[in-house]
């Protein structure tokens, strides 16, 4: 038999993601991948490591004056990331 109704390619590749457990995996894919457009080029540069565990994302700063001027913005940090990636993949940010 045949289908009747077209459906999108993008919706039926997101349905099989959620279906498969893949979809968070790829947000905190996509969120890790967009610090460096998020936070800009200077503050990249500083950034020797980053990963997520327990929807918290553990950033690896080089500079403590950096780490400090982050830590009083994270907030509005943790907005920005979730909104580049789509979803609510993180709940906070710790500067380590």
Do not use: C, K
């Amino acid at each position: 038999m045949r289908r009747q109704q077209a459906e999108i390619l993008g919706v039926i590749i997101n349905q099989v993601m959620r279906e498969e457990g893949l979809e968070t995996p790829y947000n905190e894919y996509r969120l890790v991948e967009s610090w460096p457009e998020v936070v800009g080029p200077a503050i990249a540069r500083y950034t020797a490591s980053t990963e997520i565990r327990n929807r918290t994302l553990y950033v690896r700063l080089t500079s403590s004056v950096v780490r400090q001027e982050l830590f009083s913005g994270r907030a509005t940090l943790v907005r920005r990331l979730n909104d580049h990636v789509g979803a609510q993949v993180i709940d906070t940010i710790r500067f380590v």
